[in-house]
């Protein structure tokens, strides 16, 4: 059974940086294309990013461009997002996912996510 844990989250002020990480069990990395959402109260879950098996393609949404990173470490199974110049409006609860679609953003294109990491941005 495949289990996904985030880690890393916490309490930032604003302009602050946060590295997120995503440990999997019971499968490889590898086998997967992995993302990250995020979720605010009373907002849809939003895709953040993208990463390929590889992990030598990512794509990342606009809203965070420039600002965070998602990258992996198959051979410890991980995955992560570097988050900086972190705002309040990135204030969320933050998931990652595993799926087998290439670059793929709608959430019902992953198979199995984690219970989420919540990061809290202050003014």
Known sequence: ?????ESGGGLVQAGGSLRLSCAASGTLLFNYVMGWFRQAPGKEREWIASINWSGRSTVV?????GRFTISRENAKNIMY?????LNPEDTALYYCAAGLRRNSTPPYTYSFWGQGTQVT???
């Open 1 to 5: 059974q495949v289990q996904l844990v």
């Open 61 to 65: 949404a606009d809203s965070v461009k």
């Open 81 to 85: 997002l570097e988050m900086n110049s």
């Open 121 to 123: 941005v202050s003014s």
